[in-house]
């Protein structure tokens, strides 16, 4: 299937700022693409130039076969934007918000079923400024899928949705894609990119580190497996020649063992070849956070 999205050597600056300095990647239909990084590494203005929001200073962009440089107007009816800061006047209620991003659209979707979906039936005659801040995120993500759109940008969706909120939109942005919709995501939670996401692309200063999915992403970059149990059995020193074992570290009771790949069922068959059953044998999988650790020598918080 032809990419839905293609960037090529995306770059863009604020005077001696350079935001995004050379960006490439492609987004594949029915998709959920994350752009994961840290603070000021390019992500929003990345989206921005994609949505037609900001002129880049030069590189190629294709949306849905459109260039948001001239065709700005045709490819807004196309996409869903849910934007890192958005606004809407204090005293328009939800109900009204979303009624009038309908009428401007015309594949607009019933709005009263995204009001329920979102949890937002309860507040539909609130006005905005009475809304708290998860309230207000989750009424921008409605708002952003009203007009059915092809592919959807959703800029730091969850922040400030509390963890059940989190779970819940979660869900919906799978059914979203599932639907035929796909979805380009700008997050800095780990956890967010590692299970929601198809496709994640490190972003950091400016540039694309790496990307793949989040699985392909932690075996590349992070392969390193620990395997942990106690035992009392004092002489585990053959458990260095069993296969895809690096190290072996012994703290009192606890062994933790450093490997790659399938090591947990090697180090588990050898441990049984040897009599020993450890009850709480365990084992610990490397994240896209050691990933991202790994790739960018600091953690995303930074
Ligand atoms: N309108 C602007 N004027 C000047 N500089 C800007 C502007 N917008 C962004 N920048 C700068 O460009 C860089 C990239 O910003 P951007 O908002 O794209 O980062 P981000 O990855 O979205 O970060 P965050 O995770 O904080 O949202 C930052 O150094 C930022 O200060
Ligand atoms: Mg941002």
């Known amino acids: 299937m032809p990419p839905i999205i293609t960037v090529q050597n995306l770059r863009k600056t604020y005077g001696p700022t350079v935001a995004v300095d050379d960006i490439s990647f492609e987004v594949a239909e029915g998709e959920i693409f994350g752009l ?11 989206v921005e130039c994609l949505q037609a929001l ?10 849905l076969g459109l260039d948001p440089r001239r065709q700005a107007r045709e490819l807004r009816k196309l996409i869903g934007s849910q934007l890192q800061e958005s606004a809407l006047p204090d005293r328009i209620r939800v109900w009204e918000a979303l009624d009038l991003f309908a009428s401007v659209t015309p594949r607009a979707l019933d709005w009263r079923m995204l009001l329920e979906q979102w949890g937002l039936a309860a507040k539909r005659r609130s006005s905005f400024s009475s809304l708290s801040g998860g309230q207000r995120q989750r009424l921008f993500i409605a708002l952003a899928l009203v007009n059915n759109p092809k592919v959807v940008f959703l800029d730091e969706m969850t922040t400030g949705l509390d963890p059940a909120a989190r779970r819940v939109a979660w869900d919906l942005i799978r059914a979203i894609r599932d639907n035929g919709t796909t979805v380009v995501l700008v997050t800095h939670f780990m956890d967010e990119a590692e299970k929601l996401c198809d496709r994640v692309a490190v972003v950091d200063k400016g540039k694309i580190i790496a990307a793949d999915a989040p699985q392909g992403l932690i075996v590349q970059h992070a392969g390193e497996v620990r395997v942990i149990f106690t035992t009392d059995v004092a002489d585990i020193a053959w458990l260095e020649a069993v296969p895809r074992v690096d190290r072996v570290e012994r703290k009192g009771l606890m062994v933790e063992v450093r490997g790659s790949g399938p090591v947990i069922a090697y180090v588990a068959a050898a441990l049984v070849g040897h009599g020993i059953i450890p009850g709480d044998l365990r084992v610990e999988q490397p994240t896209l956070e050691d990933v991202f650790l790994k790739l960018t020598g600091h953690s995303a918080g930074d």
């Open 36 to 46: 994961l990084g840290p603070n000021g590494a390019g992500k929003t203005t990345t």
């Open 54 to 63: 900001r002129q880049p200073d030069s590189g190629e962009i294709r949306v």
